[in-house]
């Protein structure tokens, strides 16, 4: 609320508030806003609710407070109400709500009520007589009822969105009241009398569309303050002893279209400060009007004066401060320059307007856009407090004189569509502009003044800070050329981003405002912007690798920035502009970039396209990491000769990369994690003969063009790509193939060749039916995974686990039917532990080791996102070979069961509340060497498969199968110590 507003209230309350407010203020405990509203912090609000709360020991009826709707709604139903309840607020749905007068009958010290869409019926005879404040919105009767009782101590009666024709049939004396709000009462055709109001001072009627009377005793409120009759559209005229009115300091008649009789009595009164008459039906400013002393606003505008109705001194208004005549009819204008305190002048849309006369020099603000007639402006040499100047749409201006010599003071200029300026004019006050920070010179253009040093056709630009020698950096110009298909060039508005690339910090500095016009941008020409900022923000230093952005603040506002320019400036002199500095924003953070070699950037959610790397040509790495909003890499990326990494995980609106970014001989890792949305690798990725690593996991590819010709390629990772139908031929050197989670996936290439094939990740490719040619590959491989690959023909299936031979870490995950293949000897019936003994020695064979087999099932969930980083979502399964016969323990750690995807069922109960058996089961089946074993003939043997958490596994079978004379290839990529630990003369 108003802060004015509520200190009326709270002194009729008797709270002093005039005196308790600013101490209020003084300790943090309110603050008041620049549109001047009293807030206070929601914690504070909250404790103070708290507080009413314990004091009534919870029961809403003995509240001091009520502003819950259900605590109200309730007491309000129930007639529950207590004398200890002193204000009620309740906002109602759109619906009216209704309830009886009565159910206020008991509140005796009801002080504040605020009711919104709540209807009340019966007798109001035993109403609250102690109401200070009464705001009754969508008040649904037609007059105030006749026994609605006198409140003498009623201060403020808000009574907006009525249904009143009539206030009082009979009108009461309300001694104290100083506020009557009766704002939108459609139907209201006359004001009431306010003779039983002496004490009003502030009558607002605002949009009482059919309001055509009022009343004539408002002339004898001597303390009347503010009369708002804003779109009283019926209004024709007031009461003549209305002007006589010693009191009235605001008049505000405002969009009363039919209001012609201004009558010349209004220059005696003598009160008036603030005079609104925009759109109203007078043709004449009445002639006393500058007798009018104390007036600090006049505003006429959109009156559509006869051509010559300005023609007397309005010299004599000698408190004048603003005066806005905008969208009239008029061609010229009096002499102003005796207005010694005028502050601001608006003309804006005077369509006939040809010369604006001599101005005051103290003027700050000077409007004038959309005056196509415009063409003769005063000389500007000696306004030197000028501040902000706006002509735009003025064609027929080509020079304003002398305003090179004011530029010291000013903010802000806006000429744009002024296309006759003269070069000489543009170039002086865009080389004379002084102002740093918020605000800047705008006009039409479409090139970057000749002066700049740096100049990108882009919306970017790069530079390197030379060295001082002796000079003082002041500071930089930046200018812009932009173009909108926007309706409304109002609309447009930048940030800048400065990222300092050698320190590792980002600036983001909001100084540039809308563009603030309310006519039509359209796509008839560029226009260009300049402003500066000041060292102190920026902090430079001499070497520094500086890259300038600029951002669309609006993104769904189509703007195009055509080219972008700076200059550093030294040794000049540069203003703060301290005036609007609350308008900017300066945001300093770290940005993790350096040296010329790294582009380094996380998490950036206004980048929206890469920077030119023509500025960067010894890049190494580039990493745009969780730029969520980066659609474009610009094309200058193929050329750079030395980028050997480039990391664009998360950039989830990139869908393409540029068509020479394959040209590259030198990226060696390319990652596309995350890019949701990009769709196409383009066939060019074959001839990268560098690359070595590619990522793109949860991506929208659906298929890859080839990548025979990498011979460098050892990691391929397709995780997640669940549009992916294919995978083209592939590098023999190649060592891991991650697709996991692709369910659309069904041709794969074929792995006779793949001899350097180390790890192969298929999981949950339910359309593959094979892997052709694996078993020919299968020497060099140490992991397969392909859990949840349900359609894989039996034989492919037998072909792979019978010609394992990968012993130690890692092994063969495939689905399972609860059953050990039939060729294993030893097979257990108790779970997850086998039994057997060692054969003696025949026929010269030789152990070379065992071949394990475990069918499992699993309990937890996961998402698709589990296959990103399958090694961190995994379940440790051990397993022990006890030698019974030596007494000794081999502990392993070389088999671990993943999270179950989201794919597949999660667990249930039945009716007892125990979980239900899932129906999935998994089969592992891996390898160890008897050269880690030392089993020998006659061995009594037991191997417990023990998964470390039981809870995530559990085992259902186990088998094993002893090798003889096979040979066995001892998987060397795991480093652990303790893949195998040895435990002798343990307790068995």
Request: aromatic share 10%.
């Amino acid at each position: 609320m108003d802060k004015e507003y509520v200190t009326q209230i709270l002194d009729g309350c008797g709270f002093s508030a005039t005196l308790g407010i600013p101490i209020l203020i003084e300790r943090c405990l309110v603050t008041v806003s620049e549109q001047n509203k009293l807030m206070m912090h929601d914690l504070l609000r909250d404790m103070g609710r708290e507080i009413v709360y314990e004091n009534a020991d919870g029961h809403p009826e003995n509240f001091s407070r009520l502003w819950k709707r259900e605590d109200v709604t309730d007491i309000l139903s129930d007639k529950s109400g207590t004398k200890k309840i002193g204000g009620v607020a309740l906002d109602s749905d759109l619906d009216m709500t209704r309830f009886s007068a009565q159910a206020f009958t008991n509140m005796k010290k009801l002080r504040l009520l605020h009711l919104s869409r709540v209807e009340l019926t019966g007798e109001f005879k035993d109403f609250p007589k102690n109401l200070m404040w009464l705001s009754w919105h969508y008040f649904p009767l037609e007059s105030m009822p006749d026994d609605f009782p006198m409140q003498p101590k009623l201060v403020v009666l808000d009574l907006q969105y009525n249904s009143l024709k009539i206030l009082w049939k009979d009108c009461k004396l309300h001694q104290n009241l100083k506020i009557l709000n009766l704002s939108h009462s459609y139907l209201l055709t006359k004001s009431p009398d306010f003779s039983k109001l002496p004490n009003l001072e502030e009558l607002i009627l605002q949009s009482c569309w059919s309001l055509s009377e009022v009343h004539p005793s408002i002339a004898d409120l001597g303390r009347l303050s503010l009369v708002n009759l804003e779109c009283c559209y019926s209004l024709k005229d007031l009461p003549l002893n209305f002007y006589k009115s010693k009191s009235i300091e605001t008049l505000i008649l405002n969009g009363c279209l039919r209001f012609v009789n201004w009558a010349d009595g209004v220059g005696d009164m003598v009160s008036l400060t603030i005079l609104k008459a925009d759109r109203v039906g007078i043709r004449q400013i009445p002639s006393s009007i500058i007798k009018l002393k104390k007036l600090r606003i006049l505003s006429l505008s959109g009156c559509w004066f006869i051509k010559d109705a300005i023609h007397m001194d309005l010299c004599g208004l000698t408190s004048l401060e603003d005066l806005l005549l905008g969208d009239n009819d008029f061609c010229s204008l009096p002499s102003l320059a005796g207005l010694s305190k005028l502050k601001l002048l608006c003309v804006n849309a005077c369509k006939n307007l040809r010369a604006i006369p001599d101005l005051p020099t103290n003027l700050y603000v000077l409007k004038a856009n959309d005056c196509p007639e415009l063409e003769t402006i005063p000389d500007f040499s000696k306004m030197s407090n000028m501040r902000e100047l706006y002509l735009s749409d003025s064609f027929k201006l080509t020079e304003v004189p002398g305003l090179d010599k004011s530029l010291n003071s000013m903010t802000r200029i806006q000429m744009e569509k002024c296309t006759n300026l003269t070069a000489d004019f543009r170039k002086n006050i865009l080389q004379g502009w002084t102002s740093c920070g918020y605000g800047g010179i705008f006009l039409s253009g479409n090139d970057i003044p000749d002066w700049f040093d740096c100049v990108h056709d882009d919306d970017i630009v790069y530079f390197t800070v030379p060295q001082s020698v002796g000079r003082n950096l002041k500071g930089l110009t930046l200018s812009f050329v932009y173009s909108s298909d926007s309706l409304y060039s109002s609309l447009i508005c930048f940030s800048i981003r400065i990222k300092i690339m050698t320190e590792g910090t980002e600036l983001d500095v909001r100084i540039t405002p809308s563009v603030g016009r309310i006519f039509p941008c359209g796509t008839d020409g560029y226009y260009l912007w300049q402003g500066q900022l000041s060292n102190d923000e920026l902090k430079l230093q001499d070497g520094d690798n500086v890259l300038i952005e600029l951002i669309n603040e609006y993104d769904w506002v189509q703007v195009k920035v055509k080219k972008t320019g700076v200059i550093l400036v030294w040794d000049k002199f540069m203003n703060e502009n301290m005036i609007d500095y609350h308008l900017c924003a300066y945001e300093r953070r770290s940005y993790l970039v350096n040296d010329d070699d790294i582009i380094h950037v996380e998490y950036d959610n206004h980048m929206t396209k890469s920077p030119d790397f023509s500025k960067f040509p010894n890049l190494e790495k580039l990493i745009l990491k969780g730029c969520e909003y980066l659609y474009k890499v610009h094309s200058s990326i193929g050329d750079l000769g030395r980028l050997s990494l480039v990391n664009l995980e998360g950039c989830r609106m990139l869908e393409d990369l540029p068509l020479n970014f394959y040209k590259s001989k030198y990226i060696e890792t390319l990652i596309l994690n995350g890019c949701s949305r990009f769709e196409k690798l383009a066939d060019g990725l074959g001839d990268m003969v560098s690359l070595t690593i590619l990522k793109a996991d949860n991506t929208a590819l659906r298929k890859i063009p080839s990548l025979a010709g990498l011979s460098k390629l050892k990691v391929l990772c397709l995780n997640a790509c669940r549009k992916l139908l294919a995978i083209p031929d592939l590098p023999t050197n190649l060592y891991v193939l991650k697709a996991n989670g692709c369910p659309n996936l069904e041709t794969i290439p074929d792995f006779s060749k793949m001899w350097n094939m180390r790890e192969l990740y298929l999981s949950d490719s339910f359309k593959l039916t094979e892997v052709p040619g694996l078993d020919k590959s299968l020497n060099s491989m140490t992991r397969i995974h392909m859990e949840d690959c349900t359609n894989l023909t039996a034989n492919f299936r037998n072909n792979i686990l019978q010609r394992w031979t990968s012993c130690g870490f890692g092994g063969i995950y495939l689905n399972g039917n609860c059953d050990i293949p039939e060729w294993f000897k030893f097979v257990s019936d108790v779970d997850n532990i086998v039994l057997f003994e060692v054969p003696q020695r025949i026929m010269g064979r030789d152990l070379k080791g065992l071949t394990i087999c475990f069918v499992y099932s699993r309990f937890s969930t996961s998402s698709y996102w589990r296959y990103l980083e399958l090694e961190d979502s995994q379940g440790l399964i051990g397993i022990i070979v006890r030698n019974l016969t030596k007494q000794t323990a081999l502990h392993t750690k070389i088999a671990f069961a993943s999270l179950k995807s989201s794919s597949e069922p999660e667990e249930s109960e039945d009716d007892s509340g125990e979980p239900e058996e899932p129906e999935d089961y998994y089969l592992w089946q891996g390898q160890l060497s008897n050269d880690v074993l030392r089993l020998q003939g006659g061995d009594r043997v037991s191997i417990l498969v023990r998964p470390d958490d039981v809870g995530f596994v559990r085992v259902k079978k186990t088998g094993v199968h002893l090798e003889w004379d096979k040979v066995m290839n001892e998987n060397m990529d795991n480093p652990d110590p303790h893949l195998y630990d040895w435990e002798t003369k343990g307790d068995f």
